[in-house]
Every structure is written in C-alpha cells, then in structure tokens.
C-alpha cells in the first residue's frame, strides 16, 4: 500500500476522519499570480488545533511542483514545532520562476500527515 492511502486531504478524505479535517488540513495563504522574480508572501495555518505535549501540529513540509520541470517536487522547507509555546502558523518567502503548485504536508502526533496544495501562476 502507498503512502499516499495515508495522507489525508480533499483527495483522500474516508469517513471516519472527515470531522478531524477541518482542525488538520493546513490552510494556504497567498496570491494566486506572482511577477516572474518577485517575493511570494506565503503564510499556512492550521486552526483549532490543540497545542498540548499529548497532541499537536508537529511540522509542515512544504513543496512546488514547478510546471514543465522533469523530477517535482522541489523541497521547499521542513519547519519543526514545539508543543505549548509554538504555534501552527508559518510565514515564509519564496521567489519563484515558474508557474505551479504548493504542496504542504503537515503532521499531527495523534493523527498523521495531513495535505493540501495551491495553484501559483507566474508571469513574465
């Protein structure tokens, strides 16, 4: 079986975890076209979330699947957060040459990886 039957997003959403999607999925936050060069503000949360030792968003893994390039996904950035004191919000800035998609993935102690992606367009 694949990973992939164990990463919870729109695409893969069974039954008995839809309630827990809406306290999983990270939320993505930026513009849908950037200018070739230009700094993309990107910000991913996750809301409602507990933040307790037992329970938490442990990391975010961050992604671009660049159009037109060979071997995707880029890696993008893996951010690592305590429990109690850090919270499941990130901001990060990225330059972009090319049109595509932001993939996150984000780790939950109790209950996995969750995902979900945007679409960037860049133009010249």
């Known amino acids: 079986m694949s990973i992939r039957n164990y990463i919870y997003g729109e695409e893969n959403l069974p039954d008995?975890?839809?309630e827990k999607a809406r306290t999983h999925i990270p939320v993505v936050e930026c513009p849908e076209k950037v200018k070739e060069g230009e700094i993309l503000r990107l910000r991913i949360r996750i809301d409602g979330h507990p933040n307790r030792v037992d329970h938490y968003i442990a990391s975010f893994?961050?992604?671009f699947s660049e159009d037109d390039r060979s071997f995707n996904p880029i890696k993008i950035a893996h951010v690592e957060l305590s429990p109690e004191y850090a919270e499941p919000i990130i901001e990060l800035?990225?330059?972009l040459r090319r049109s595509g998609t932001i993939h996150v993935v984000s780790y939950c102690t109790t209950h996995g990886l969750w995902e979900t992606s945007k679409?960037?367009?860049?133009?010249k």
Do not use: G, N, P
């Open 16 to 18: 008995s975890v839809k």
């Open 61 to 63: 893994d961050i992604y």
């Open 93 to 95: 800035s990225l330059r």
């Open 119 to 123: 679409r960037v367009i860049v133009e």
